[in-house]
């Protein structure tokens, strides 16, 4: 149990462009996922938190306008990368929250932006 | 605000042998928790080892084992009889209580040598 899937696993796209990354939570309910984004040899970085039928809360310096976060169901959370640029190129990961102290995460989405 | 350093880069170990991975962190909540996450060559992120705060006893999982010094704010991660599947980046990570979210460190990437 506690399955986390995304969709895409990677994708390529035109700059401008914008990018829809879902995040599933295929065994469990999630109240709350979490969007982070990882450069090539770096850590994570929690980009925003996202909580089901409210507005995700954003980390100091993420674009609210730029990556654009729906959390429309228990189990569904998407991240859109709006007007996608070279910079935003990245491994986008996400996690779900199933119990009180434990996350559990999808297996990534990158992103390339030509 | 939390952070949590992880001072060696790079570390390897020579296959059966015991490996010792450190990690500090600086926090002023009472009520933590906190985690050893792997990440393989594929990125998948995999929960390795957690501990609660207010727990005294050092969590261990198989070959994995914690040496938690909460007055020293010290979390290290130890790991017996290496494998060539414990290959990884380990990223040490800190959850506070009320909010969940997941800081973490910049990570240690482990070789085994057969």
Redesign the interface.
Known sequence: GAVVSQHPSRVICKSGTSVKIECRSLDFQAT?M?WYR?FPK?????MA?SNEGSKATYEQGVEKDKFLINHASLTLSTLTVTSAHPEDSS?Y?C?A?RD??????G??TRLTVL | AQTVTQSQPEMSVQEAETVTLSCTYDTSESDYYLFWYKQPPSRQMILVIRQEAYKQQNATENRFSVNFQKAAKSFSLKISDSQLGDAAMYFCAYAGAGSYQLTFGKGTKLSVIP
């Open positions: 709350t979490f990882q770096q850590s994570l970085m929690l938190t491994f990961i996690s929250r009180v102290d434990e996350q559990f995460f297996p990534g």
